[in-house]
């Protein structure tokens, strides 16, 4: 009963470097987020996948690109990372009927130096 | 563009106080409202309102949404400094995407 898994919890990067974040939920569920979130912001969606297969950018998704070949996965890639992604991330799923909205996994803390 | 308006966004009490935090939208094919609580990691899910007028409660706090005012209010009575947290609301569509708003910082002080 997992729930959100997020990997890893925290990252320094460099500029310039590139790097996955791993994000598998194993509820079945067919919506799935990426949010990044900075200090005194609210959520900004990056990328959101409704199913297997399909993928949309949300607000914010210069510099990352996303994949979801299965419905337990949606990694998220940075491919040059620059100081301007220095943010928490957070992958989420959604039912799609479910009652109780979202399920966030618990963040991963990236630094880009 | 849709957007999710929230007030105050910092508010400071002692407590045993109550406080009543705003959330307000502008969203197109609106389908539900929720409400978070973030404390040091991932927000976990308060309320999820659909409808309007019914009040959802759950131990000290309660919520309410008013589709007319296109708004929702989220109470806390007799706050504990446990309570201390941002608190997050936010929009859904029926395109399934969420918008987020810029959250209410609640600090209760003992």
């Known amino acids: 009963n997992a729930g959100v898994t997020q990997t890893p919890k925290f990252r320094i990067l460099k500029i310039g470097q590139s790097m996955t974040l791993q994000c598998t939920q194993d509820?079945?569920?067919?919506?799935m987020y990426w949010y990044r979130q900075d200090p005194g912001m609210g959520l900004k969606l990056i990328y959101y996948?409704?199913?297997?297969?399909?993928?949309d950018k949300g607000e914010v998704p210069n510099g990352y690109n996303v994949s979801r070949s299965t419905t337990e996965d949606f990694p998220l890639r940075l491919e040059l990372a620059a100081p301007s992604q220095t943010s928490v991330y957070f992958c989420?799923?959604?039912?799609?009927?479910?009652?109780?909205?979202?399920?966030f996994g618990s963040g991963t803390r990236l630094t880009v130096v | 563009e849709d957007k999710v308006v929230q007030s105050p966004l910092s508010l400071v009490v002692h407590e045993g106080d109550t406080v009543t935090l705003n959330c307000s939208y502008e969203?197109?094919?609106?389908?539900?409202l929720l409400w978070y609580k973030q404390e040091k990691k991932a927000p976990t899910f308060l309320f999820m309102l659909?409808?309007?007028?019914i009040e959802k409660k759950s131990g000290r706090l309660s919520s309410i949404l008013d589709k007319k005012e296109l708004s929702s209010i989220l109470n806390i009575t007799a706050t504990q400094t446990g309570d201390s947290a941002i608190y997050l609301c936010?929009?859904?569509?029926?395109?399934?995407?969420?918008?987020f708003g810029p959250g209410t910082r609640l600090s209760v002080l003992p």
């Open positions: 996948s409704v199913g297997a297969g399909i993928t």
């Open positions: 989420a799923s959604y039912s799609g009927g479910s009652n109780y909205g979202y399920t």
């Open positions: 969203v197109t094919n609106f389908r539900s």
């Open positions: 509820m079945n569920h067919n919506y």
């Open positions: 659909t409808s309007s007028g």
């Open positions: 936010a929009v859904v569509n029926y395109g399934q995407n969420f918008v």
